[in-house]
T-cell receptor, first 113, second 113 residues
């Protein structure tokens, strides 16, 4: 186990709704990254937060947003859900300034109907 | 654009043999390369990291090579076991202020008893 937890484990939403996914980082880590993984694909980088600021972003629209809190837990918010947003959402915590290894949580499976 | 290619076809090998997985990349100058294991419905689990100035890295039954001239990494599992059956992801990261990690699509390994 990595010590990274995510909630909920599964979620069903309808198109146009909004969703918030949560992640609790591994103790001592100051960075969290979020990924979207469609079935049969590798994880796609959404964005990264370092010390509560967005520290890099992948090719995702602004309706994907995030937050990192002082205790280094994090949220991913997705507005105006589309069918293609159905995927496994992964968060990974790491330590900038330390080893580069990212430790992934178990993911949240989102289904948009 | 950056591209990471892993063999999308599943790799089936006999128990006890050495499994070799390939990761090729283009339009990328990674600072380091990582290999992850992912079981169905779970988050990726870090296995090995190799830096651009390293040729080979070993950990127990695992070996990774990194050829920045060929733009290729090979991942070997010796004395493979059915428990090694999983999808293996190659991931590249550049140097810089944030740890954007780009994943390949993964190769599914099946070790047959």
């Amino acid at each position: 186990e990595t010590g990274v937890t995510q909630s909920p484990t599964h979620l069903i939403k309808t198109r146009g709704q909004q969703v918030t996914l949560r992640c609790s980082s591994q103790s001592g880590h100051n960075t969290v990254s979020w990924y979207q993984q469609a079935l049969g694909q590798g994880p796609q980088f959404i964005f990264q937060y370092y010390r509560e600021e967005e520290n890099g972003r992948g090719n995702f629209p602004p309706r994907f947003s995030g937050l990192q809190f002082p205790n280094y837990s994090s949220e991913l918010n997705v507005n105006a859900l589309e069918l293609d947003d159905s995927a496994l959402y992964l968060c990974a915590s790491s330590l900038i300034g330390g080893e580069e290894t990212q430790y992934f949580g178990p993911g949240t499976r989102l289904l948009v109907l | 654009s950056q591209k990471i290619e892993q063999n999308s076809e599943a790799l089936n090998i006999q128990e006890g043999k050495t499994a070799t997985l390939t990761c090729n990349y283009t339009n990328y100058s990674p600072a380091y390369l990582q290999w992850y294991r992912q079981d169905p419905g779970r988050g990726p689990v870090f296995l090995l990291l190799i830096r651009e100035n390293e040729k080979e890295k070993r950990k127990e039954r695992l070996k990774v090579t990194f050829d920045t001239t060929l733009k290729q990494s090979l991942f070997h599992i010796t004395a493979s076991q059915p428990a090694d059956s999983a999808t293996y992801l190659c991931a590249l990261a550049g140097s810089g202020g944030y740890q954007k990690v780009t994943f390949g699509t993964g190769t599914k390994l099946q070790v047959i008893p």
